[in-house]
T-cell receptor, first 111, second 113 residues
């Protein structure tokens, strides 16, 4: 059965303190791994898609990487506005490719 | 222009009532989805439509019935609402059904009293 596990559940960082979020997955045939950001009271906002091991993508202070078993979302010198829940998702086992989400990492960056 | 929009944003209703949530996307996408986010913030797929045709129907009570009048719209009708239906419902769309990026609406917060 396809599974997505995110860690840690919650992370508190000081502004400027770099860290990484983890997404471990098991899937039969990777069809993409998606990272989203969700702010309180809003819908998930797309960040990155990674399709093959070794692939990396960057956007401002965020960098996503992918191996055959896990993905990391590296946050470099975070700012308070990076505080949000970060969600990892993979297209599910069903033919419709709906996303199978992890439970998310709630990130709080304090000044 | 809002890419994926939902109405209403908030919905407070009594147990046993019937309610509908509407979703529209102006991205020209073929595939639309309904997800449910429970109180623990876990997002789970409910339904998926491709070009007005139902392609996913997860284990969801029969009281939930999606309808797609055209490929830009996907509505969710809920009969005989129960306390456990309280959640945030998100609509999403993607260009095709082949694992492409999904774009989410702002959510509809449903509270059943």
């Amino acid at each position: 059965e396809d599974q997505v596990t995110q860690s840690p559940e919650a992370l508190r960082l000081q502004e400027g303190e770099s860290s990484s979020l983890n997404c471990s997955y098991t899937v039969s045939g990777l069809r993409g791994l998606f990272w989203y950001r969700q702010d309180p009271g809003k819908g998930p906002e797309f960040l990155f898609t990674l399709y093959s091991a070794g692939e990396e993508k960057e956007k401002e202070r965020l960098k996503a990487t992918l191996t055959k078993k896990e993905s990391f979302l590296h946050i470099t010198a975070p700012k308070p506005e990076d505080s949000a829940t970060y969600l990892c998702a993979l297209p599910g086992p069903h033919s419709g490719y709906a996303l199978n989400f992890g439970k998310g990492t709630s990130l709080l960056v304090t000044p | 222009d809002t890419a994926v929009s939902q109405t209403p944003k908030y919905l407070v209703t009594q147990m046993g009532n019937d309610k509908s949530i509407k979703c529209e996307q102006n991205l020209g996408h073929d595939t639309m989805y309904w997800y449910k986010q429970d109180s623990k913030k876990f997002l789970k797929i409910m339904f998926s439509y491709n070009n007005k045709e139902l392609i996913i129907n997860e284990t969801v009570p029969n009281r939930f019935s999606p309808k797609s009048p055209d490929k830009a719209h996907l509505n969710l009708h809920i009969n005989s609402l129960e306390l456990g239906d309280s959640a945030v419902y998100f609509c999403a769309s993607s260009r095709t059904r082949r694992g492409e990026t999904q774009y989410f609406g702002p959510g509809t917060r449903l509270l059943v009293l």
